[in-house]
């Protein structure tokens, strides 16, 4: 940096200026947990005096500083962390800050793009998840149509007939599925089931007045809950209950 500036400045120059002084003293209390604040705030206190030089060497003896380092030698020089060089160049050449400060806002822009870029995409795999989900439950929660042969099954209670309807088993038979649980069939239902379970309760009262037979009752009520459950699925209202 100073090479292109032909020398017209030097790094004692830019140490001496009290803001400099105070950034790189912020900089070492953050990175360096060695640093020597009460060198530090001797040094402060006397930057930016007509009178007063500060070496980088001097800098680094008094302060215990890793920001910077100076080495002697055919290779040797100034070096600086980024943080620090990019601080002094910015000190040194105008057009290099704002230069600096152009490339930060072009790589802030392709980061948010980027980020709205995946955000779409999280938002379109979400939908297409959600309707998977969806058509999943659909499949699992509808109940099965009802044969001919199951109709004619005698069912011990009123209650397995309705769990025949909705569910398509009987209590029994979901207990011998579900071993592991202690609960049963009603108590696992969905809220839309529970919703179906209840009207097929009075439907099913107003049928047996009626005298339906009970295998001409099952297959109403099989008709009902298919009916109820593929409407309740898509209801919105319902789904904010949950």
């Given at each position: 940096?100073?090479?292109a500036?032909d020398?017209?400045?030097?790094?004692?120059?830019?140490?001496?200026?009290?803001?400099t002084?105070?950034?790189?003293?912020?900089?070492?209390?953050?990175y360096n947990?060695?640093?020597?604040?009460?060198?530090?705030?001797?040094?402060?206190?006397?930057?930016g005096?007509?009178s007063?030089?500060?070496?980088?060497?001097?800098?680094?003896?008094?302060?215990?500083?890793?920001g910077?380092?100076?080495?002697?030698?055919?290779?040797?020089?100034?070096?600086?962390?980024?943080?620090?060089a990019?601080?002094?160049?910015?000190w040194?050449?105008?057009?290099?800050?704002?230069?600096l400060?152009?490339?930060?806002?072009?790589?802030k822009?392709?980061?948010?793009?980027?980020?709205?870029l995946?955000?779409?995409?999280?938002?379109?795999l979400?939908?297409?998840n959600?309707?998977?989900?969806?058509?999943?439950?659909?499949?699992?929660?509808?109940p099965?149509?009802?044969?001919?042969?199951?109709?004619?099954?005698?069912?011990?209670?009123?209650?397995?007939?309705l769990?025949?309807?909705?569910?398509?088993?009987?209590?029994?038979?979901?207990r011998?599925?579900?071993?592991?649980?202690?609960?049963?069939?009603?108590d696992?239902?969905t809220?839309?089931q529970?919703?179906?379970?209840?009207?097929?309760?009075?439907?099913n009262?107003?049928l047996i007045?009626?005298?339906?037979?009970?295998?001409?009752?099952l297959?109403?009520?099989?008709?009902?809950?298919?009916?109820?459950m593929?409407?309740?699925?898509?209801?919105?209202?319902?789904?904010?209950?949950?």
């Open positions: 940096m100073l090479k500036k020398g017209d400045f030097f790094i004692s120059d830019w140490l001496r200026n009290r803001n002084i105070e950034f790189i003293g912020i900089w070492e209390s953050v947990p060695n640093f020597n604040y009460g060198e530090f705030a001797t040094i402060k206190s006397q930057a005096l007509n007063y030089k500060l070496s980088v060497k001097e800098w680094v003896e008094k302060t215990n500083a890793i910077l380092k100076a080495t002697a030698g055919r290779y040797g020089g100034t070096y600086a962390h980024p943080d620090i990019f601080e002094f160049g910015m040194i050449s105008p057009q290099f800050k704002i230069y400060v152009k490339e930060f806002q072009r790589l822009k392709d980061e948010n793009n980027r980020q709205k995946e955000w779409n995409l999280q938002r379109t979400t939908k297409i959600y309707q998977i989900h969806t058509d999943a439950i659909k499949e699992n929660l509808i099965q149509k009802i044969t001919q042969q199951q109709a004619s099954y005698v069912y011990a209670d009123e209650a397995d007939l769990n025949v309807a909705l569910f398509g088993i009987t209590a029994k038979e979901w011998d599925n579900n071993p592991d649980k202690n609960t049963n069939i009603r696992n239902a809220l839309e529970l919703v179906v379970l209840s009207n097929l309760e009075s439907i009262a107003l007045r009626q005298g339906m037979p009970r295998n001409e009752r297959m109403q009520l099989n008709n009902v809950a298919i009916m109820q593929k409407s309740l699925l898509s209801n919105n209202s319902l789904k904010s209950l949950k």
